[in-house]
């Protein structure tokens, strides 16, 4: 049994993680949170809260998950956003053309649909789902989103979205009002977003559902610097630059350390390895933010794209990866500077100005030529679609007017005025500020994997009187039950003052769980299981001398507190650790 | 301008809704939460999360917002969740053929389809988009939820989920291992559900993408007390019982408070106006939730659903509604004792056993009859078949024994044993409790409906110093923005100070906000209308004195306060009241 399946095993068994639908057979792709599993989720969702909507000040919104055509025409999903299929004939099974040839070349996914058929023919794949050899049709790109119909009949067609950014991308103009027109400034969301995989076979780490966390940050094109990154300048960040990546392949081996650089990113960005202050301000927030939701440094790293990897209009991306026992390699984040991709393809598709003004620190005055047409040369000239012409002349810039004539559009017809029947003038104009298209830092966050992976790192099997003991050492703010409240006996004069101390932990914010089936030993197994990383045992002292005990799950030490302040010393061991004073 | 409008114009000009895809001309039936209207949303789902999770003890799950065919094969959604449509052949637009005619009868749900046409062809009704008379096709059922397909091709049929609850239900056998297996327990979601209604027209009142919160409880059949309903008995709600409604129509008609009763919940139950303690019970959780939301309790009922108007499983089922100025009273949230349908039809459709063992206090001793085939006569009689034969026998119950002869099925042919071929002997059995499956209460609310009701129910325009102020009266905790900081005027002297605050407030965890730009007045207003409970000012006082003003919303009465003890202050405030110490 690897790591997997014992995560799993243990998830399944107590209420993490669950297949979806198992009572109709099941469905590839999809995973129930269970009720430990939720509510782990949920904190973890708020530490991601706490860092980008409180601490950075990114209000947080919501849009549908169903999104109509033209916004993801806009964004390029409609037309880029696939994978290679391929059939078998022989069975009827689709599956990813790419994985198939996965042992034979290094990168599958820089080839097209032709050079996959051709590697699959030469090298006699066999279908992984019946054995037959020469069974397989063409290769072709199957599009990724879920489609669905919006209202009855072929009215609207719907897209499941396949990123929670969109719907934050074509609310830029009424955000950047919101944040009274100033940048920087980022929004944030949370929630599910849909990849209609062809064929998933990763369990939990390849979802058709998952839920996203996705910063968006509008910035000045002109100015990468970040306001605040001296302060986090001198942090130390495990790299994997591009330039030290022999492969791509490798990105998703298991093979340790190789290649990794420990750095500041104060240094990374002086030594051109980051590109810009911005992006490695939220290297660091990422950083942080899987750190102290549990995931274990020392199997964390920052992959930078190689070039032919990245998205044509990105600049610098990111991926942060934690390391696991069966997948290698996983990504879980991606910290992208995507310039202002998105904002200028929506401009255009929605032909509306999704521009900023850079105001300057003081207008500037601008001497500019402008034309005034003689109207009793033009009103003869054009009769009735006089009007229209001067409202055009009117309208004209001042490169306009360079060439021999001067070419206006009336009633979607091009007229050629000449020069004699206008005048120029120069008028001086003053300019508040500069037209631009904010450039966007998008750091995307994969919600399930990073609950994967913490729950991989911080599992343990341990031998502790010849027995082994399974524990999940997850941080306090992440465990979902903090406190587990265990009368030694099943009697009731240790059940009553059991029950009491429950109210009380519970009124102070502290969410406890109450247990008394099975031997104290049992139970204290039950809760390591799960992550409970204090229990607190009523016994027959307590009733003598008002004492309990609380008990570490790392450390399995104990310590007596007075029930008075257990309150307050069981919040002091969440935020700094067991028997701290 | 009505007051549906006043509050959209305000939601969508200060950031709390917005509609979507409006960059694309928009989509009928989907809305945005702006970053005041997430943020807001987020803390009424806490709210919830208090009430039913931490209060109640009931855990949170998460399961997929798509589901399979088989789950809503058995929900009954894929045949019965539909609604009456029409289509003009004029022009091609669809409606809600039993809208056509709600002027016309009085409960236009009840009808069948032809009886719908029938009305319409009768009372010449026009189409609402062309005006044309006579155009109308055949009245047919639509069935309201998104389809997809799962993977490629075409297979699997994925729907969207249109509540919930299903997701609950078909882990029931998960969740009751997870809780020990005893009853009763609950289990409680928040998410995405859908319904691609026919041709929405009701703004944020009826959307096609919404929030649901839904609790499942699981309870004994037998015994639908409840453990804590003596500490709710006190509590009047005001009741609207099936008897008093004239019809049903007027369910949702704005006529004030006829017919409405209050009552406590305990003479509620004892008069049998309600079913039972456990249903009452939880109206008292849901209008506790409401209110602490912000419901006006004067514009808030409980309304008993009518015999023919309650699924025929449902033994009992009440409606929140809340009083709106535009659609009168509208629903919110419905608790209904569901009884054991959902259950027994999972457990059909699946073939598995989802009943829970209600276990008697001592185990009970029963004699039980059974065969004992004698295989000496069975043997040369049956030949091959004989051990089947003998299997067959050995799984008889003694129900099966009292006919002529034993019938049993062998490879799906019926055999008759004669009585003597077979030997009885009469055993002791030990049965620990008995089979039940349990019935389910069910209170399910509306998320977005309860939030613009919030909405219109906290808002207010009054006549300050000769000018309107809007102001949004929501309570502390629900408010988006809890405390802003204001500096008097635009100065460095003010604004260092202002920042400290703001840093030293959000450590405390407030949600702060800062506004340094236009007149103090006009600063007070603008949080006014977004709900902001309190404001801090910080002037020219303050740097001689060290002491802020904090201003109230809703008196606009002022206190000065020293700024080490301002945190202290505002959040007591928070608590209990402007001004309490």
């Known amino acids: 049994m690897d790591t997997y399946e014992k995560i799993i095993g243990l998830a399944k068994r107590r209420g993490f993680l669950w297949n979806s639908f198992e009572l109709y057979g099941g469905t590839a792709g999809f995973y129930d949170y269970g009720p430990l599993g939720a509510t782990m989720k949920r904190r973890i969702e708020n530490i991601w809260r706490d860092i980008y909507v409180i601490g950075e000040g990114f209000y947080e919104i919501e849009t549908p998950t169903i999104g109509i055509e033209p916004v993801f025409v806009a964004s390029g999903h409609v037309h880029g956003f696939s ?253 992208a500077d995507r310039t202002d991709y998105d904002l200028s393809s929506h401009a255009k598709h929605s032909q509306h100005d999704l521009s900023a003004v850079l105001e300057y620190d003081t207008p500037k005055q601008v001497e500019q030529i402008v034309v005034k047409p003689d109207m009793s040369l033009i009103g003869p000239l054009y009769k009735d679609k006089a009007g229209k012409v001067l409202a055009a002349l009117k309208n004209l810039e001042e490169d306009d007017l360079s060439g021999d004539k001067i070419s206006i559009t009336v009633d979607g017809e091009e007229i050629l005025i000449p020069h004699d029947v206008v005048e120029y003038e120069t008028v001086i104009k003053e300019v508040r500020g500069e037209n631009v298209v904010p450039h966007v830092i998008e750091p995307s966050f994969g919600i399930d994997r990073t609950i994967y992976a913490v729950l991989e790192h911080s599992f343990a099997e341990e031998l502790v009187d010849k027995e082994t003991r399974n524990v999940l050492r997850l941080p306090p703010e992440v465990a979902p039950v903090q406190v587990a409240v265990l009368p030694l006996l099943t009697r009731e004069e240790l059940i009553n003052p059991a029950a009491e101390i429950v109210e009380m932990l519970r009124k102070s914010g502290i969410f406890v769980s109450y247990d008394d089936t099975g031997t104290i030993g049992r139970r204290y197994r039950r809760n390591d299981e799960i992550g409970t990383p204090f229990s607190v045992t009523i016994d027959y002292d307590t009733l003598d001398d008002g004492t309990v005990t609380i008990r570490d799950r790392d450390s399995m030490a104990q310590v007596r507190v007075q029930i008075g302040e257990l309150a307050e010393r069981i919040n002091a061991m969440m935020r700094s650790g067991f028997d701290s004073p």
Chains 1, 2 share one sequence.
């Open 83 to 335: 994978d290679p299929m391929i059939v078998c004939s022989g069975c009827d099974s689709a599956f990813r053309a790419d994985h198939l040839i996965e042992g034979i070349v290094e990168i599958p996914d820089t080839l097209s649909a032709p050079e996959i058929k051709q590697l699959i023919d030469k090298h006699d794949i066999k279908c992984p789902q019946c054995g037959e050899v020469g069974m397989f049709g063409d290769v072709f790109d199957f599009n990724l989103m879920f489609k669905t119909t919006i209202g009855p009949g072929t009215q609207r067609m719907g897209y499941l979205r396949p990123e929670t950014a969109q719907g934050m991308f074509i609310n830029f103009d009424r955000l950047f009002r919101f944040y009274r027109e100033k940048l920087p400034f980022g929004v944030t969301q949370i929630g599910k977003a849909y990849r209609n995989e062809i064929s998933p076979r990763q369990g939990v780490i390849r979802l058709r559902e998952f839920t996203q966390a996705e910063a968006e940050i509008f910035i000045n094109p002109r100015d990468k610097s970040h306001p605040r990154f001296s302060t986090v300048k001198n942090t130390v960040i495990r790299f994997y630059p591009a330039s030290h990546q022999q492969n791509a392949s490798e990105g998703n081996s298991g093979d340790g350390d190789k290649g990794i650089i420990e750095l500041t990113v104060g240094d990374a960005v002086d030594r051109g390895i980051v590109a810009h202050e911005f992006l490695a301000y939220h290297l660091v927030m990422t950083n942080l933010f899987l750190t102290r939701a549990g995931i274990d440094p020392a199997r964390l790293r920052f992959r930078q794209h190689q070039p032919d990897e990245m998205a044509h209009y990105a600049v610098d991306c990111w991926d942060a990866e934690v390391l696991t026992d069966r997948f290698g390699w996983v990504e879980v984040v991606g910290i």
